[in-house]
């Protein structure tokens, strides 16, 4: 399991969802206007009905369908033929590091690196669109960049770097896992610098306006569609009510910056961790 999971110990206490419930959970999110799905987990790949799950969802009328996944199954020609023939169109692997030293000690899982570069590689070989996901964390920061040009040299359409949720596993390993976001931040811009220049869109969550000056307009969260989340254990009607009101929280000073209206704020983990300190009020736009 990734070192930063913030997903921790769900699986072993609510195992996989069975095919009913999910079916009855894509026909919610079609009945409430939705057209775009994202299929997440654990790992969905290694789901028994994850061809069954993408048909079902492909029938109901989901036109946009994106896997979220370490990419490593898409090394197999068979299954990117086999995902794509369901109806996937999009997926989104996770690479944390430009590397294997990197990579596989963020995934706890020695060849990772390998295998999920070989995905990407393959996974455009049959047309999906590939949208990256990094996690930023203490040990990648300063890889941000080398990482960036390497998404750009695997010819990724989008790359978006996520700055760490601590809950899971990552509260679990919050002492030397977590790193300063005005510390990370210099080199999320050079990433982002790489990216822009190479014409690929990039963009960064949970990172608010105070930290990224001049840099406001990769910010995912002012992007972020409407989002229904099925969970393992729950229902989320709407994300962003729920990160605005429950999950991202705003300090002491916020009400003086220029972007207190649009900023969602930090995870509220991560001012418990650090303080305010970091965040000062931007005096204009
Ligand atoms: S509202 Fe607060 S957290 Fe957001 S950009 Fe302004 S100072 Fe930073």
């Known amino acids: 399991m990734c070192k930063f999971c913030v997903q921790g110990t769900k699986r072993n ?3 996989p969802k069975s095919i009913e419930r999910i079916k009855n959970e894509l026909i919610s999110g079609r009945k409430n206007g939705a057209c ?28 946009d369908i994106q896997i979220q ?3 490593r199954m898409f090394k197999y020609s068979d299954f990117c033929s086999d995902i794509k023939k369901a109806g996937a169109t999009e997926i989104s692997p996770a690479l944390h590091g ?16 390998k295998e999920t570069a070989e995905g990407i590689i393959n996974a455009k070989k049959y047309g999906f669109r590939i949208i990256t996901n990094s996690v930023v964390t203490k040990p990648n920061m300063q890889n941000l960049p080398a990482l960036a040009s390497l998404l750009c040299a695997l010819g990724v359409s989008q790359f978006q770097f996520a700055f760490v949720h601590i809950q899971g596993r990552a509260a679990e390993n919050a002492k030397w896992l977590i790193a300063k976001k005005t510390a990370a931040a210099p080199f999320i811009m050079k990433a982002i610098d790489i990216g822009v220049k190479k014409g690929i869109p990039v963009f960064t969550e949970a990172i608010p306006y105070c930290i990224l000056k001049g840099y406001e307009t990769h910010i995912a969260e002012r992007i972020i569609p409407d989002t229904q989340i099925f969970d393992a254990e729950s229902e989320i009607r709407d994300f962003t009510e729920f990160r605005r009101g429950y999950g991202k ?4 000073k916020c009400k003086k ?11 509220k983990e991560y001012p418990e961790l650090f303080g305010w ?7 204009s736009y």
Do not use: M
């Open 277 to 283: 300190e970091e965040f000062i009020p931007r005096k």
């Open 249 to 252: 929280i705003k300090g002491p």
């Open 13 to 15: 206490i609510f195992g």
């Open 98 to 113: 430009s590397n294997p030293e990197i990579h596989d000690y963020l995934t706890s899982v020695p060849g990772s690196f």
């Open 257 to 267: 910056c220029v972007y207190y209206k649009q900023c969602e704020g930090p995870w």
């Open 36 to 63: 775009g799905l994202v299929i997440t987990g654990g790992e969905p790949t290694v789901n028994k009905n994850i061809f069954d799950i993408i048909k079902l969802a492909k029938k109901l009328g989901y036109e």
């Open 69 to 71: 996944t370490n990419g």
